[in-house]
């Protein structure tokens, strides 16, 4: 029997992830069958996607790690909001960090820092968005598509998300695909059907941001926002500089959470 391999389990507002200690090269990145099958919920550990922490690649950039994604499909995904906050707790509780780092992502160099198990993590400025019908589709390192919508408790999200996300627009690359709805004022709430899941996931962090772009344009609002999005396993809080349809200084605030540890 081959040797077992290390992983810990953790969710960040409920979008759960595998995590594994990649720094000694023993997982082999080009396995997909393998991460498809430790995400599987019946065959597997179970989880929305899977995470290496290896070290970064390119030593000539200050980084303390290298966060490498995989969406529950087994195929690499693009930047995960959730999992870069999941990412850096299991970095702290390894001991590779403490309280502040930067690590390299597929979408460049992230800031973040940990209080606890409350993640303060950095994105990438957005200076662009495009619409498709009264729809926004933003590229938050992922891509994302985001509704406005009435009645998003009772929405078949799984139905009219995939539907969305494989017509002829999208179908090849895939995109992300939010419904958000005002429940109060200043107080929204998001659901999320997630490519490479090709299901709706608890939370989505790039797609919480792109919502949260989203209801700032809608609402024509300028200058520092805080936007708190509720999702389906928990809140979570955007905050940006909005300045016309530029969005820097963006920090995806929420709640990273060391589940279990076990062998596969
Ligand atoms: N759950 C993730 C998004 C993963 C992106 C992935 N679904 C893709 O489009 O490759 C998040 O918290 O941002």
């Known amino acids: 029997m081959s040797r077992k391999i290390a992983f810990s389990k953790y969710q960040g507002a409920g979008n759960d992830f595998i995590l594994i200690d990649n720094r000694n090269n023993d997982f082999d990145p080009n396995n997909h069958d393998l991460v498809a099958k430790m995400c599987d919920r ?20 200050a980084s303390d790690f290298e966060m490498i994604y995989y969406n529950a499909d087994g195929q690499k995904g693009s930047m995960c909001g959730n999992g870069g906050r999941c990412i850096v707790a299991f970095a702290r509780d390894l001991g590779v960090i403490n309280d502040e780092t930067v690590f390299m992502a597929v979408d460049g160099l992230h800031h973040a820092n940990i209080h606890e198990e409350q993640v303060q993590l950095g994105m990438i400025d957005v200076t662009h968005y495009d619409r498709d019908g009264e729809a926004y589709v933003l590229q938050t390192g992922s891509p994302h598509y985001v509704q406005f919508v009435a009645g998003l408790a009772e929405l078949d999200v799984y139905t009219v998300g995939g539907t969305i996300r494989n017509n002829d627009v999208y179908k090849t690359d895939g995109i992300n695909v939010n419904f958000v709805e005002k429940e109060d004022e200043g107080v929204y709430f998001c659901r999320t059907f997630e490519r490479g899941v090709e299901d709706e996931t608890f939370a989505c962090g790039t797609g919480a941001t792109a919502v949260a772009m989203a209801i700032a344009l809608q609402e024509k609002r300028e200058g520092h926002q805080e936007i708190p999005i509720r999702v389906l396993g928990g809140q979570l809080r955007i905050s940006f500089d909005k300045q016309g349809d530029s969005f820097t200084q963006v920090f995806l605030h929420g709640p990273a959470k060391w589940v279990f540890q076990g062998e596969f």
């Open 42 to 61: 019946r065959f597997g550990i179970g989880a929305d996607g899977l995470m290496l922490l290896a070290h970064t690649k390119n030593s000539a950039i």
